[in-house]
């Protein structure tokens, strides 16, 4: 061996023999499960597992779009703290050019925020149709 791969070894020896220690662990415990753990064959078995509650009806149900708006709306949302956090942490090298920045793209966001409740996006029950109960009209 030369003296460079002499050098990379006592250098990184440590690190292959904890490599080499996780994949034996890993065996073990997976050996181990296998011969000690216990084996039950009945009808539950081959069910899926729902919390120890035997699942009824199809798995094939329809969703609301309206939770795939709210998934997406916090995506939104979410990616903004995102970027506030980046200016957050480097509001002192930014200045004042960067709290405009910061204060437009809230400004931004708070009108979107506004505009999807508006709209009726936030809402999750239905919109009641034709007149209240509560009104009547007198001819």
Same mark, same amino acid.
Do not use: H
């Given at each position: 061996?030369?003296?460079?791969?002499?050098?990379? #070894?006592?250098?990184?020896? *440590?690190?292959? +023999? $904890?490599?080499? =220690? !996780?994949?034996?662990?890993?065996?073990?415990?997976? /050996?181990?499960?296998?011969?000690?753990?216990?084996?039950?064959?009945?009808?539950?078995?081959?069910?899926?597992?729902?919390?120890?509650?035997?699942?009824?009806?199809?798995?094939?149900?329809?969703?609301?779009?309206?939770?795939?708006?709210?998934?997406?709306?916090?995506? #939104?949302?979410?990616?903004? *703290?995102?970027? +506030? $956090?980046?200016? =957050? !942490?480097?509001?002192?090298?930014?200045?004042?050019? /960067?709290?405009?920045?910061?204060?437009?793209?809230?400004?931004?966001?708070?009108?979107?925020?506004?505009?999807?409740?508006?709209?009726?996006?936030?809402?999750?029950?239905?919109?009641?149709?034709?007149?209240?109960?509560?009104?009547?009209?007198?001819?």
């Amino acid at each position: 061996m030369t003296d460079e791969a002499t050098a990379l #070894i006592a250098q990184y020896w *440590a690190t292959g +023999l $904890f490599i080499i =220690a !996780v994949f034996a662990l890993c065996a073990l415990m997976i /050996g181990a499960a296998s011969l000690l753990g216990g084996r039950s064959r009945g009808p539950s078995k081959s069910l899926p597992f729902e919390s120890g509650v035997v699942g009824t009806g199809s798995a094939r149900q329809r969703f609301s779009v309206k939770f795939y708006l709210v998934a997406m709306l916090f995506v #939104i949302f979410d990616i903004e *703290a995102v970027f +506030l $956090f980046a200016w =957050a !942490v480097s509001v002192r090298e930014v200045g004042w050019e /960067g709290f405009a920045g910061a204060a437009v793209f809230i400004f931004i966001l708070l009108a979107g925020l506004v505009y999807d409740s508006r709209v009726g996006a936030l809402e999750w029950a239905p919109r009641k149709r034709g007149r209240s109960p509560d009104i009547v009209t007198q001819r």
